[in-house]
């Protein structure tokens, strides 16, 4: 039986009188990759803010490795890693700096951060520009910088908030190949998204949200099955047909 690592109950969350999450529920397997697709403004921002400690929902329980979020937060919090959307850098630092601080400041003492932040600075294909000011880098380059943050102490979860957004091919498949890696080595992990193809190639299971709401949740596979021949459907169609609108509407 597969174990599940995180599981989210019934989140609510309002922001004024605009109820940005809805009534969210799923839980996510140890060692899957797990997708959150919607358009802009679906609620994945805020879902990701409340599983990671950073808001309080109105109402609905967290558990992280058997930790709740309510109850103990500091504890979540040394499980898990997060890549948020806005990038989270100091400009004017070196990428080995940037890693340096940030795991410093999750508790590693020097020498430590810096033998990690060489360590993922390689496997996002960037040790040749550590000591490179930030400021000079592509946004591809960012978007590595910002996930090898999010690798520091080592977490056994990650949520990726749109890891991927707007950068060039060579930074999107190097970020891919990187998260591929980590699921093979034992990492759980929850993306964000709304390229769909991205979550066909890299999810074991997706959940579609929309307005708040959860309207499927299944792997990429058996969604696309649903509405025809696999091979013919994309994951695009699905909301298409769940919604009646396109994506990027
Ligand atoms: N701090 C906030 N104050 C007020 N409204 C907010 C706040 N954060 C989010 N919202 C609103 O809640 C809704 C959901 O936002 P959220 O950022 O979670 O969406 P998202 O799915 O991450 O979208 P995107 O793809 O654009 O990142 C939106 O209508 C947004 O404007
Ligand atoms: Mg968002």
New binding site residues.
Partial sequence: MTEAYLVAQDLHKS??E?K??DGVSFSIEKGEIFGLL????????????MLSTVLEPDSGDIIVGGYSVRHNADAVRNLIGVCP?ELALYEELSALDNLVFFGRMAGLNGKEAKAQALSHLELLGLKERAKGRVDKFSGGMKRRVNLAVSLMGHPQFLFL??PTVGIDPQSRNNIYETIEALRDKGMTILY?T?YMEEADRLCKRVAI?DG?RIIALDTPLTLRSKIGPPEQVTLEDVFLRLTGRSLRD
């Fill in positions: 922001f004024n605009h940005a999450v919607g358009p802009n403004g679906a609620g994945k921002t805020t879902t990701i803010r959307q908030d749109e964000t709304h949200i708040g």
